[in-house]
């Protein structure tokens, strides 16, 4: 779960790179209107402005949701050992735990005395 969860994570940061370097900064009208550069994109003036920006803080969102569920995943605590020395002594006491001690060795019966009739 915690992989994936990280995977989901790295993905959402590059599309957030992604979008923000995509959109066109404040000044990009002011150099369009001395001919430096096209007023019209493919998307029209303004499309891409309102499109962008809405998936960059739909992204934005889930990458602060994916943000605290990990930081949530990695404080809890768990049963699980987490070094190799833990690993080992939780399988030798387990291990001396499901076997069954060794019954303790009787005393031979003695016969009981003869008696005298």
Do not use: C, D, W
């Amino acid at each position: 779960m915690r992989g994936f969860l990280l995977t989901v994570h790295i993905l959402l940061a590059l599309m957030i790179v992604f979008l923000v370097l995509m959109q066109r900064g404040k000044g990009a009208e002011a150099g369009a209107g001395f001919g430096a550069g096209a007023s019209g994109t493919v998307f029209g003036a303004r499309g891409t402005a309102t499109l962008f920006s809405k998936l960059t803080a739909v992204f934005a969102a889930l990458f602060f949701g994916t943000s605290l569920l990990l930081a949530y995943m990695g404080t809890r605590t768990t049963a699980e050992p987490t070094s190799v020395i833990e690993r080992a002594a939780q399988a030798a006491a387990h291990a001396r735990s499901a076997t069954p001690p060794a019954p303790a060795p009787q005393a031979p019966a003695q016969a009981p005395p003869p008696v005298n009739q």
